[in-house]
């Protein structure tokens, strides 16, 4: 607050209106804040150009999922029109770090899903996608158009390894304790799905062989694809990286 004076007193009118419902921009705040934002963007394009001028340009990024989803065809053509020469290092990883790496120090971003631990990271929502579950295109209950979590009953779901994010596991175990195989990647889960009939759970929109189905869940809270780095970390290239991603997963 009293930075905001000063720089009210520097600039020589009010930036705020203030009144008992609320804070607003005055048309001075709002020409200010527009300039604001252009320099900090001039800011970031100048310490990118540094960077790449000293041989350190580049930014490692984790992805966990389907590497085909448009958000993040979109998100590459954008970033690489933004920062044509930076070099990006992409780390795919398996469904037992939903952190992709960022936690364990690997990369420097993450495309991801939550819930996790968000513990000392910066979480950014992207996009919400409806969950289903996937079945055998022969069980019977792929010809519903939709089912309730109660009418899975006690068929058995894949597991995550010992010392998996329990808030992951969690939500992907529909809340509940669960019995089924112990399984690390999403091809996995796709074979306990066709060889034992295993409970798998997906967004919605992926491709799945023929011989899978997927029908949505009425009463399974939506998946959130997230950008998550580091807390208080400044480097400009994620800044810039979640802000186009927060463009193309919108779309």
């Known amino acids: ?23 607003t921009l005055t048309p001075v705040g709002t020409v200010l804040l527009d300039d604001a934002r252009a320099l900090l963007g001039h800011a970031d394009r100048v310490q990118v150009r540094v960077r790449a001028a000293a041989g350190v340009a580049t930014l490692t990024v984790g992805i966990l999922g389907d590497g085909t989803d448009p958000g993040m065809t979109r998100l590459a053509a954008a970033y690489r029109r933004r920062h044509p020469g930076i070099e990006i290092r992409v780390r795919d990883t398996d469904l037992t770090d939903p952190t992709c790496g960022l936690s364990a120090g690997l990369v420097d971003v993450a495309l991801t899903r939550a819930p996790f631990d968000e513990t000392a990271l910066t979480v950014r929502a992207l996009r919400t996608d409806q969950v289903g579950v996937v079945l055998r295109a022969d069980d019977p209950l792929a010809r519903h158009d939709r089912l309730r979590l109660a009418e899975l009953g006690d068929r058995p779901w894949f597991q995550f390894p010992r010392g998996t994010d329990p808030l992951w596991q969690s939500y992907w175990n529909a809340g509940r304790p669960r019995e089924g195989p112990v399984v690390r990647a999403v091809h996995e889960c796709l074979q306990a799905v066709l060889w034992n009939g295993t409970v798998g759970l997906a967004p919605l929109g992926h491709d799945l062989p023929a011989e899978l189905a997927v029908v949505p869940l009425i009463d399974m809270t939506p998946s959130r694809v997230v950008a998550v780095w580091n807390e208080g970390d400044t480097n400009p290239l994620i800044r810039s990286f979640v802000e186009i991603a927060t463009a193309a997963y919108c779309r």
């Open 1 to 23: 607050m009293v930075a905001i004076r000063q720089l009210e007193a520097e600039v020589g009118a009010p930036l705020f209106t203030r009144s008992p419902v609320g804070v």
